[in-house]
C-alpha cells in the first residue's frame, strides 16, 4: 500500500521510471479514471490535469464519471455498474478510483480482478474499502488538513477566537469527521473553539451562515458545499452557493479545498490540490507499468498555503505571521 511525499519521496520514483528501456516506455497504456463525481467539478477537472501531466506521454486515458454528487444515493449502484460495464468493454491496462464513493462502491471489484489499480482523492480508511494490502493496489490519500488549518488561519487575526467549521451533508464530511475528528463536532484548539457542523438543506446551511457572527464566530472554515439541496430536493449548484457565501457571510471565510480560494470566494486555506493528488497517482501507475511498484515506498504530499489577494485585502488580513512558509497566492 503507498501513500502519497511530493516532492521528496516522489523523486525517488521518477529516477526510477527514468530507467525505463525506450521501447517499454513508449508503449501506450489504456488508463481508466473513474470519477465519483463529474467531470466539470473543480476537484474533478483539478486531479485530471495532475494525472494527465504525469501520464500524457506513456497512456491513453478515458474516464467514468459516477455522478454522485449530484445523484440520489439510491441511484449509486446502478452509476457503480455501468462503470464496471465499461470497464469490462474498454479492458484497461490500469484502473483508478477517484475518490470515496468510487472506492467503497467498486475497490472490492477490481482488486478481485487482479488488474493493477491505483486510487486517489480517498478521505476514509483504506481497509474499508478492500484496498488494504490489496497486491494490486497503489494509491494516494486525502486528508485535508482541518485541524492543522485552524491553528495556522487563526493566526491572521488577533479577533479569530471561534470559529465554525461548514460542511455539506456527503461522503467526504461523514469521512472526516470520522477520520479525522473522531467524530468530535466541539473541540478546542490552540486557544481556538471550534464547532464541526454538517447541513443537508442549502436553506439551512445560509441560516448557519447568517447567523454565525451573531453566533459569537468569527470566521468560517469551509469544506464541502456540493450535496446541498434546495426547495425542490435538487442538489444546488457549487457556484452558486459560493457566490452567495461570499456576499453574504459576515465574518472572513476560509477553506479547505483550493477551488474555494479565489476572488469573490474564501480568503486563505491550508490545503492539498487536487492536480498535486492526480500527478502523485499517474506517478504511482508508472511504477506498474515499469515494474517498480514493489520498490515504490511512502510518497506524502506536502500541503499549501493558498491565499487570494482581493479577499485577504477584503478582510483586512495579512500574511506576516505565515511569511516563512510557502504561499502560493491567487487574484
Given at each position: 500500500?503507498v501513500?502519497?511525499?511530493?516532492?521528496?519521496?516522489?523523486?525517488?520514483?521518477?529516477?526510477?521510471?527514468?530507467?525505463?528501456?525506450?521501447?517499454?516506455?513508449?508503449?501506450?497504456?489504456?488508463?481508466?479514471?473513474v470519477?465519483?463525481?463529474?467531470?466539470?467539478?473543480?476537484?474533478?477537472?483539478?486531479?485530471?490535469?495532475?494525472?494527465?501531466?504525469?501520464?500524457?506521454?506513456?497512456?491513453?486515458?478515458?474516464?467514468?464519471?459516477?455522478?454522485?454528487?449530484?445523484?440520489p444515493?439510491?441511484?449509486?449502484?446502478?452509476?457503480?455498474?455501468?462503470?464496471?460495464?465499461?470497464?469490462?468493454?474498454?479492458?484497461?491496462?490500469?484502473?483508478?478510483?477517484?475518490?470515496?464513493?468510487?472506492?467503497?462502491?467498486?475497490?472490492?471489484?477490481?482488486?478481485?480482478?487482479?488488474?493493477?489499480?491505483?486510487?486517489?482523492?480517498?478521505?476514509?480508511?483504506?481497509?474499508?474499502?478492500?484496498?488494504?494490502?490489496?497486491?494490486?493496489?497503489l494509491g494516494?490519500?486525502?486528508?485535508?488538513?482541518?485541524?492543522?488549518?485552524?491553528?495556522?488561519?487563526?493566526?491572521?487575526?488577533?479577533?479569530i477566537?471561534?470559529?465554525l467549521?461548514?460542511?455539506?451533508?456527503?461522503?467526504?464530511?461523514?469521512?472526516?469527521?470520522?477520520?479525522?475528528?473522531?467524530?468530535?463536532?466541539?473541540?478546542?484548539?490552540?486557544?481556538?473553539?471550534?464547532?464541526?457542523?454538517?447541513?443537508?438543506?442549502?436553506?439551512?446551511?445560509?441560516?448557519?451562515?447568517?447567523?454565525?457572527?451573531?453566533?459569537?464566530?468569527?470566521?468560517?472554515?469551509?469544506?464541502?458545499?456540493?450535496?446541498?439541496?434546495?426547495?425542490?430536493?435538487?442538489?444546488?449548484?457549487?457556484?452558486?452557493?459560493?457566490?452567495?457565501?461570499?456576499?453574504?457571510?459576515?465574518?472572513?471565510?476560509?477553506?479547505?479545498?483550493?477551488?474555494?480560494?479565489?476572488?469573490?470566494?474564501?480568503?486563505?486555506?491550508?490545503?492539498?490540490?487536487?492536480?498535486?493528488?492526480?500527478?502523485?497517482?499517474?506517478?504511482?501507475?508508472?511504477?506498474?507499468?515499469?515494474?517498480?511498484?514493489?520498490?515504490?515506498?511512502?510518497?506524502?504530499?506536502?500541503?499549501?498555503?493558498?491565499?487570494?489577494?482581493?479577499?485577504?485585502?477584503?478582510?483586512?488580513?495579512?500574511?506576516?505571521?505565515?511569511?516563512?512558509?510557502?504561499?502560493?497566492?491567487?487574484?
Amino acid at each position: 500500500m503507498v501513500f502519497g511525499r511530493i516532492p521528496q519521496a516522489l523523486l525517488i520514483v521518477v529516477l526510477l521510471l527514468s530507467c525505463i528501456a525506450p521501447s517499454q516506455a513508449g508503449e501506450q497504456k489504456k488508463v481508466l479514471v473513474v470519477e465519483s463525481y463529474h467531470a466539470d467539478y473543480a476537484w474533478d477537472m483539478s486531479f485530471m490535469r495532475g494525472i494527465r501531466k504525469g501520464l500524457g506521454d506513456v497512456a491513453e486515458l478515458y474516464s467514468f464519471q459516477m455522478n454522485t454528487k449530484r445523484l440520489p444515493r439510491d441511484r449509486f449502484p446502478a452509476r457503480a455498474e455501468a462503470a464496471f460495464d465499461y470497464y469490462k468493454q474498454l479492458k484497461p491496462d490500469l484502473v483508478m478510483l477517484a475518490d470515496d464513493n468510487a472506492a467503497s462502491l467498486l475497490g472490492r471489484r477490481f482488486v478481485a480482478e487482479r488488474i493493477p489499480l491505483v486510487y486517489l482523492g480517498i478521505n476514509g480508511n483504506p481497509r474499508n474499502y478492500g484496498l488494504h494490502n490489496a497486491p494490486n493496489v497503489l494509491g494516494v490519500l486525502e486528508r485535508p488538513l482541518v485541524k492543522r488549518s485552524v491553528m495556522l488561519l487563526s493566526t491572521l487575526s488577533p479577533e479569530i477566537r471561534r470559529m465554525l467549521i461548514l460542511f455539506d451533508d456527503s461522503t467526504t464530511s461523514f469521512e472526516i469527521a470520522n477520520t479525522q475528528l473522531s467524530g468530535e463536532t466541539e473541540f478546542t484548539l490552540y486557544a481556538v473553539e471550534c464547532e464541526f457542523v454538517r447541513a443537508t438543506f442549502y436553506k439551512n446551511w445560509k441560516q448557519l451562515v447568517l447567523e454565525s457572527k451573531q453566533n459569537g464566530y468569527d470566521a468560517i472554515l469551509l469544506g464541502t458545499y456540493h450535496t446541498l439541496l434546495g426547495d425542490s430536493s435538487d442538489v444546488v449548484h457549487e457556484d452558486e452557493a459560493i457566490k452567495w457565501l461570499n456576499a453574504n457571510s459576515p465574518v472572513p471565510l476560509f477553506a479547505l479545498w483550493d477551488f474555494s480560494i479565489g476572488k469573490g470566494k474564501a480568503a486563505a486555506g491550508f490545503m492539498l490540490r487536487g492536480e498535486d493528488q492526480g500527478y502523485a497517482a499517474a506517478m504511482l501507475a508508472k511504477s506498474f507499468f515499469s515494474g517498480t511498484q514493489e520498490t515504490t515506498k511512502l510518497i506524502t504530499i506536502d500541503p499549501s498555503l493558498v491565499f487570494s489577494r482581493s479577499e485577504m485585502e477584503r478582510w483586512h488580513l495579512n500574511a506576516d505571521s505565515l511569511s516563512n512558509r510557502k504561499i502560493v497566492w491567487v487574484d
